[in-house]
């Protein structure tokens, strides 16, 4: 009884000899959860990875954050989960040993405002699915793991051109009206801008 919450704890951000890199299985992991949430009409919550220890990347900018933000949210979530608040629980978090805020801590602050700003109008859409895309002869181990239960199509979508590994996702509300949300899938850090071109179908302009 009562409100329902669904979450999935995997922190994609790793680091491997000083060369970053992201998991190739938290697009599974998300995915997986985003539908049992769906089936259980439950919030689907997801944590994010706001601190730095072995082997895993330190969030070194907003983009770190929002990054998982807007992944997470093209697989349906729509509450967020933060770890970690105090060094307490890691080498680098939010606050440090003496309860000052880090720069964790004001990264995550700026990606939590910029959501912010659209959050109502994101909430009173339905999420319907997800779809990758790649550039011709790309490939992406992420993308492979996501294959075995990602959707087919997505509805309204005619034709997608990417330039980058994408996400695009279909949202719906109540009177019909579609919403897609369009990932740009990769490090931060990398600073690379994917050129996406979507060739929507009639009904859908």
């Not at 190739?24 to 994010?48: E, F, H, P, Q």
């Not at 330190?58 to 997470?72: E, L, M, N, S």
């Not at 075995?148 to 719906?172: A, H, M, P, W, Y």
């Not at 009206?177 to 990932?183: E, P, R, S």
Request: charged share 25%.
């Amino acid at each position: 009884n009562g409100v329902k919450t669904l979450g999935v704890d995997h922190y994609p951000l790793r680091e491997n000899n000083g060369v970053p890199w992201l998991s190739d299985t938290w697009l599974y992991d998300l995915a997986i959860v985003g539908r049992a949430a769906k089936r259980a009409n439950a919030i689907y919550s997801v944590c994010i990875q706001a601190y730095c220890d072995v082997d895993q990347k330190k969030v070194d900018c907003t983009g770190d954050i929002r990054f998982q933000f807007y992944t997470a949210m093209a697989f349906g979530a729509s509450m967020f989960e933060f770890y970690a608040y105090s060094t307490l629980h890691g080498p680098i978090a939010m606050l440090d040993k003496e309860g000052k805020p880090t720069d964790i801590y004001y990264s995550t602050r700026d990606a939590i405002r910029e959501i912010r700003i659209f959050e109502k109008e994101y909430l009173e859409y339905e999420w319907k699915g997800v779809k990758s895309y790649l550039p011709e002869n790309a490939t992406c181990k992420a993308f492979e793991n996501l294959a075995k239960c990602l959707d087919k199509t997505i509805n309204g979508v005619k034709d997608v051109k990417v330039s980058r590994q994408t996400l695009i996702s279909e949202f719906e509300k109540q009177d019909g009206k579609k919403a897609y949300l369009v990932v740009n899938y990769g490090l931060p850090v990398l600073s690379v801008c994917d050129l996406v071109q979507i060739t929507l179908d009639e009904k859908s302009k």
